[in-house]
């Protein structure tokens, strides 16, 4: 007779046999779209183990064998870090403040830490040694170091970069964050009472409820268009059409105004005037606030919150077409969804989400230092800026040196890493530095940009050699689609010694191919 489980004894032994948490809810969706069959016993729901083994030995098997087939038999598949849940790889502060194009904790951990294992043999990095990293972007290599008790510096060329990685790795008063963040919520609020906004959303939010529920009813809906026993696009486009009707009404009724007057910068276009009322009011009240860190905090949580508010569809987050101010139909959750109106539940989510966040790193780091330098790696003397800045964490760098690199250069013409925080800079008043972007989306990725960014990408190596100590170990993240880096590593006067190529799994954009970086470690020539 084959065991049966119940749905939570079914989760306690995948979680184990994967090392990984399979929660009561994959179980129930393993169910649900037929992965799995269901058994019944006295009203409860019960699967048979040989099943759910044998369903996850082949998804496995199955994935594996896949990425290795498309991107080549050398893939190391340790590092692809697959047994990690989402919460793992955004842990703690990782997730203050999202960042297209970072690299996941546990790769960072893999080479700082002090294992080895039959892949990486030797220890690159103690505690109390100093890592640099060049490109700091978000500050990943930042907070690992001083969860491994390793020094770490920073550089950026990004203002608003170093703001998110120092804010991550900096200490709180998180009593005195949390107050401030709840007396602004409730101000907020106060703030929402003379408007018709709320009234409009919640009306809104019923009329949504009532069509959804009617013609888009979950899981029913899903299922058909997976079965193929509906045209998704002709009928959602139908129904879309419909509730503009509805919408429309509510627009008029309520007096809403949607577009605002000016369309000049990011702020102007890209947030309903309901959303960026509040924004302005909400950033009015940061200012005023007295406490330096808790007003740095705060103001990276309003950041967060209105990247969060952006007046597009939910499957465009990550491209930016053009404004929508009208409901639509959303593929991403298979029913009518709306434009963001208001910043106050993501702005109370965000204030106690980040709050749990510094707290859980308060009780693991390190007394340690890790700072980020606004500047120009190809140039900067860090040293000095670390002396002149952060007097005790620069003379202890000078006196001991730094033991070696880990950072992820940025890809040739890919991504555009002052324009994905464009909200912020109009927000805070930043200047931005994007002429002096390595690899720039603008620059695209032709002869011309590739040789650019090879120069750009050794400049920094060579100045970043004269802060390391001798025998010194570079670790580059990159995606090697042109064959750069061997070039570079010669004209650093460097050879590369080792590489590992690893999936990059569990990517958040649309295309969600078959992906790999490479891992390159450097030494002296």
């Known amino acids: 007779m084959n065991q049966l489980l119940s749905i939570d004894e079914a989760s306690k032994w995948a979680t184990n046999i994967l090392k990984r948490n399979i929660t009561p809810s994959n179980i129930s969706y393993l169910i649900q779209y037929g992965r799995i069959r269901k058994y019944g016993d006295n009203g409860r729901t019960l699967v048979d183990l040989s099943e759910l083994n044998k369903y996850f030995k082949s998804q496995l098997e199955v994935k594996e064998t896949m990425w290795r087939k498309r991107l080549g038999k050398d893939l190391n598949w340790v590092l692809s870090f697959d047994e990690y849940k989402e919460f793992e790889r955004t842990k703690h502060v990782h997730r203050i403040h999202p960042y297209k194009g970072k690299f996941i904790p546990q790769l960072v951990e893999y080479f700082l830490d002090t294992h080895t294992d039959k892949f990486k043999r030797e220890v690159f990095f103690k505690p109390g040694d100093i890592v640099l990293d060049p490109f700091c972007g978000s500050g990943t290599t930042l ?35 949390n107050d401030t963040a709840k007396r602004i919520t409730l101000k907020l609020k106060e703030f929402q009472k003379n408007k018709q906004n709320l009234e409009f959303e919640n009306s809104l939010l019923y009329e949504l409820s009532i069509y959804n529920n009617k013609y888009f009813p979950s899981p029913k809906f899903e299922k058909k268009v997976k079965k193929q026993n509906i045209s998704e696009k002709e009928y959602s486009g139908k129904k879309e059409k419909e509730f503009l009707d509805i919408y429309n009404n509510l627009i008029k009724r309520y007096k809403i105004q949607l577009r605002q007057k000016n369309n000049a910068i990011f702020l102007d276009k890209w947030f309903l005037q309901p959303v960026r009322n509040e924004i302005d009011f909400v950033f009015r009240l940061i200012k005023q606030i007295k406490n330096v860190p808790t007003k740095k905090m705060l103001a990276i949580v309003l950041s967060r919150t209105i990247r969060s508010c952006r007046a597009t569809t939910h499957s465009d987050l ?20 709306k434009p963001v109106f208001s910043i106050f539940g993501w702005w109370e989510r965000y204030t106690r989400d980040t709050v749990k966040r510094l707290t859980q790193f308060e009780k693991i780091r390190t007394n340690t230092f890790q700072k980020c330098l606004t500047g120009d790696s190809k140039v900067i ?21 730094i033991k070696g690199i880990f950072s992820s250069p940025p890809y040739v013409g890919l991504i555009d890493y002052h324009q994905q925080h464009a909200y912020a800079y109009d927000l805070f008043g930043f ?19 590739r040789e650019s960014y090879k120069k750009g990408i050794v400049e920094v190596l060579l100045n970043s050699k004269k802060f390391l100590q001798n025998n010194y170990n570079v670790f580059l993240v990159a995606n090697d689609k042109y064959g750069l880096y061997p070039q570079i590593a010669e004209l650093a006067r460097m050879k590369i010694v080792n590489q590992y190529k690893r999936p990059v799994l569990n990517r958040v954009e649309k295309d969600r191919s078959a992906y790999a970086e490479i891992i390159f470690h450097l030494k002296e020539k």
């Open 143 to 177: 907070v690992q170091a001083n969860e491994l008790g390793v020094h770490a510096v920073g550089i950026d060329i990004s203002v608003f970069n170093s703001l998110i990685s120092n804010a991550k790795i900096n200490r709180y008063d998180i009593s005195d964050i």
């Open 318 to 337: 990550g491209t930016l077409k053009e404004p929508v101010t009208t409901t639509y139909y959303c593929r991403k959750h298979g029913k009518i969804c």
């Open 381 to 401: 003397d860090v040293f000095s800026e670390l002396e002149a800045k952060f007097p005790k964490f620069g003379k202890l760098a000078r006196r001991q040196q």
């Open 431 to 449: 200047k931005r530095k994007d002429k002096l972007e390595i690899g720039s989306l603008f620059n695209g990725q032709g002869r011309e940009a």
